[in-house]
Nanobody, 126 residues
Framework: QVQLVESGGGLVQPGGSLRLSCAAS????????IGWFRQAAGEEREGVSC????????VYADSVKGRFTISRDNAENTVYLQMNSLKPEDPAVYYC???????????????????WGQGTQVTVSS
Protein backbone atom coordinates (compact mmCIF):
# COMPACT_ATOMS: atom_id res chain seq x y z
CA GLN A 1 0.00 0.00 0.00
CA VAL A 2 1.03 3.60 -0.51
CA GLN A 3 2.93 5.00 2.44
CA LEU A 4 4.59 8.33 3.09
CA VAL A 5 6.55 8.70 6.30
CA GLU A 6 7.93 12.03 7.43
CA SER A 7 10.84 12.39 9.82
CA GLY A 8 13.36 14.98 10.95
CA GLY A 9 11.14 17.34 12.87
CA GLY A 10 12.04 18.65 16.28
CA LEU A 11 12.84 21.69 18.37
CA VAL A 12 15.23 24.28 16.99
CA GLN A 13 16.17 27.81 17.95
CA PRO A 14 15.26 30.75 15.71
CA GLY A 15 17.80 30.94 12.93
CA GLY A 16 18.50 27.24 13.14
CA SER A 17 18.10 24.49 10.56
CA LEU A 18 16.31 21.19 10.17
CA ARG A 19 16.12 18.70 7.34
CA LEU A 20 12.85 16.87 6.91
CA SER A 21 12.63 13.57 5.05
CA CYS A 22 9.67 11.95 3.36
CA ALA A 23 10.23 8.24 2.76
CA ALA A 24 7.87 6.72 0.21
CA SER A 25 6.86 3.13 -0.46
CA UNK A 26 4.17 1.16 -2.22
CA UNK A 27 4.30 2.99 -5.54
CA UNK A 28 6.69 3.85 -8.37
CA UNK A 29 8.23 6.85 -6.71
CA UNK A 30 9.88 8.48 -9.72
CA UNK A 31 6.50 8.70 -11.50
CA UNK A 32 5.04 11.11 -8.95
CA UNK A 33 5.54 14.68 -7.86
CA ILE A 34 5.69 15.26 -4.11
CA GLY A 35 4.65 18.26 -2.07
CA TRP A 36 5.36 19.53 1.42
CA PHE A 37 2.62 21.22 3.38
CA ARG A 38 2.33 22.54 6.91
CA GLN A 39 -0.43 23.21 9.36
CA ALA A 40 -0.01 25.35 12.43
CA ALA A 41 -2.38 25.08 15.36
CA GLY A 42 -5.68 26.74 14.51
CA GLU A 43 -4.65 27.42 10.94
CA GLU A 44 -5.45 25.90 7.59
CA ARG A 45 -2.98 23.61 5.89
CA GLU A 46 -0.77 25.52 3.46
CA GLY A 47 1.59 24.57 0.71
CA VAL A 48 5.29 24.96 1.46
CA SER A 49 7.04 23.47 -1.55
CA CYS A 50 6.71 20.85 -4.23
CA UNK A 51 8.98 19.03 -6.63
CA UNK A 52 8.18 17.38 -9.93
CA UNK A 53 8.99 13.79 -10.86
CA UNK A 54 12.38 14.54 -12.36
CA UNK A 55 13.19 17.49 -10.08
CA UNK A 56 13.01 19.82 -13.09
CA UNK A 57 10.30 21.90 -11.43
CA UNK A 58 10.36 23.15 -7.85
CA VAL A 59 7.92 25.62 -6.34
CA TYR A 60 8.11 27.45 -3.03
CA ALA A 61 5.71 29.49 -0.97
CA ASP A 62 6.78 33.13 -0.77
CA SER A 63 7.17 32.77 2.98
CA VAL A 64 9.95 30.19 2.62
CA LYS A 65 11.73 31.24 -0.59
CA GLY A 66 15.44 31.58 -0.09
CA ARG A 67 15.32 29.64 3.19
CA PHE A 68 13.93 26.21 2.30
CA THR A 69 15.18 23.84 -0.38
CA ILE A 70 13.31 20.81 -1.66
CA SER A 71 15.09 17.89 -3.29
CA ARG A 72 14.49 14.26 -4.06
CA ASP A 73 16.52 11.10 -4.39
CA ASN A 74 14.61 8.73 -6.65
CA ALA A 75 17.06 5.91 -5.91
CA GLU A 76 16.18 6.20 -2.21
CA ASN A 77 12.46 6.96 -2.72
CA THR A 78 12.87 10.01 -0.53
CA VAL A 79 12.09 13.71 -0.73
CA TYR A 80 13.90 16.17 1.51
CA LEU A 81 13.06 19.63 2.76
CA GLN A 82 16.10 21.53 3.99
CA MET A 83 14.90 24.33 6.22
CA ASN A 84 17.37 27.07 7.12
CA SER A 85 16.99 30.35 8.99
CA LEU A 86 13.91 29.07 10.75
CA LYS A 87 11.60 31.76 12.06
CA PRO A 88 9.04 31.88 14.87
CA GLU A 89 6.29 31.72 12.21
CA ASP A 90 7.52 28.39 10.82
CA PRO A 91 6.35 26.02 13.60
CA ALA A 92 3.74 23.58 12.40
CA VAL A 93 3.13 19.96 11.62
CA TYR A 94 4.80 19.34 8.29
CA TYR A 95 3.29 16.82 5.88
CA CYS A 96 4.42 15.35 2.61
CA UNK A 97 1.92 14.26 0.02
CA UNK A 98 1.78 12.57 -3.37
CA UNK A 99 0.41 14.24 -6.48
CA UNK A 100 -1.60 11.87 -8.70
CA UNK A 101 0.37 10.47 -11.62
CA UNK A 102 -2.09 12.01 -14.08
CA UNK A 103 -0.92 15.51 -13.13
CA UNK A 104 2.38 16.81 -14.46
CA UNK A 105 4.52 19.48 -12.87
CA UNK A 106 3.70 20.23 -9.25
CA UNK A 107 1.08 22.19 -7.40
CA UNK A 108 0.76 23.98 -4.10
CA UNK A 109 -2.93 23.25 -3.64
CA UNK A 110 -3.47 20.48 -1.14
CA UNK A 111 -6.72 19.40 -2.76
CA UNK A 112 -4.71 18.05 -5.70
CA UNK A 113 -2.85 15.46 -3.61
CA UNK A 114 -4.12 11.95 -3.03
CA UNK A 115 -1.95 10.39 -0.31
CA TRP A 116 -0.55 12.01 2.80
CA GLY A 117 1.89 11.15 5.52
CA GLN A 118 1.16 11.49 9.21
CA GLY A 119 3.29 14.57 9.66
CA THR A 120 6.27 15.64 11.71
CA GLN A 121 6.25 18.45 14.25
CA VAL A 122 8.57 21.41 13.86
CA THR A 123 8.96 23.75 16.81
CA VAL A 124 10.99 26.96 16.75
CA SER A 125 11.71 28.41 20.15
CA SER A 126 14.55 29.93 22.10
Amino acid sequence: QVQLVESGGGLVQPGGSLRLSCAASGFTFHDYAIGWFRQAAGEEREGVSCISRSSSITVYADSVKGRFTISRDNAENTVYLQMNSLKPEDPAVYYCARLPRSLSGCYMWNSKYDYWGQGTQVTVSS
